[in-house]
């Protein structure tokens, strides 16, 4: 109750204008209780405190100085879940969260997410043929994406480029008809249109497809083939910007096309600060 107390009295005050004089306090309780359950290495969280630090993250996320401490929460959460092979519901939603806003940092900051991806398999949602399912693959596939671009150049990566693509792919043919686009159009200039008209029957559905081109993104970026020396680096080159631009205007469209859910609007805003530079239209910058 406390972690809600504190996100909503900091939301509140970011939507008003005024001061935020209360959501401190709530913080603080919250603290008291997780602080020594955290410190604890022996201590398994329970699905309330999971989902407390969920809560609480977004409570950061609210700060225009975001410190992330809550992501050692998170990441705790999740790679303690490794030790319960029954997650409930509620602690498996504050799971994929926790994926959610690990890649979030992971994008603006050119890092590998630092949660045990491996700890996904034993979710419900992993293997489902819900929407919130095959939502949630392809996001852990992004995930492995980032792991894949953002790695030590020293470090060899768990899967290789080829593999990836693969899996990018096989998802977006295997994907249910209901994640096509409900009506489609790219009437550029009409309107005040600049960006790919692409409207979406509901959150999941333009959620895992903004996911599906972002990791279309980072692929195209980080193609291995791009570090040779050839007579086809050139072309390659030119390929590769190009698969990025129509991908980012796919992301930024998805986002201006469902403006009722709010966060397609915060997946094209952390590809922006990443690639942004793409855009070289002064109409769409």
């Known amino acids: 109750m406390n972690a809600i107390l504190a996100s909503a009295a900091r939301h509140t005050a970011l939507i008003s204008g005024t001061a935020d004089t209360i959501s401190e306090t709530y913080h603080n309780k919250c603290l008291q209780i997780l602080i020594p359950v955290l410190d604890d290495p022996c201590d398994v969280l329970d699905e309330n405190l999971c989902a407390a630090i969920i809560i609480l993250r977004q409570y950061e996320e609210y700060d225009e100085n975001d410190e992330r401490c809550h992501l050692f929460g998170s990441t705790r959460m999740v790679n303690t879940n490794t030790l319960n092979t029954s997650p409930s519901s509620l602690r498996d939603a504050a799971n994929w969260v926790a994926l959610r806003q690990e890649i979030h940092i992971s994008l603006t900051t050119k890092q590998p997410v630092s949660i045990i991806l491996d700890a996904y398999h034993q979710s419900p949602n992993f293997n489902s ?75 999941a559905q333009a959620n895992a497809m903004q996911h599906y081109h972002l990791a279309k993104i980072l692929l195209a970026a980080y193609d291995p083939r791009l570090q040779k020396l050839g007579f086809d680096t050139r072309r390659l080159r030119k390929e590769s910007e190009e698969n990025v631009l129509q991908n980012l205007r796919m992301v930024i469209g998805l986002a201006t096309s469902n403006p009722q859910i709010e966060i397609t609007f915060m997946h094209a805003s952390h590809i922006l600060t990443a690639c942004g530079d793409y855009l070289t239209d002064p109409d769409e910058q």
């Open 129 to 203: 043929d819900s929407e919130d399912g095959w939502a949630n693959r392809i996001v852990f596939i992004f995930a492995k994406v980032l792991n894949y671009a953002f790695r030590s150049e020293d470090v060899v990566p768990d899967e290789s480029w080829i593999s990836l693509q693969e899996q990018v792919e096989n998802w977006n043919s295997a994907k249910p008809s209901y994640f096509d686009p409900l009506w489609t159009g790219n009437d550029r200039g009409v309107q005040g249109t600049l960006f790919p008209r692409v409207v979406m029957l509901g959150t």
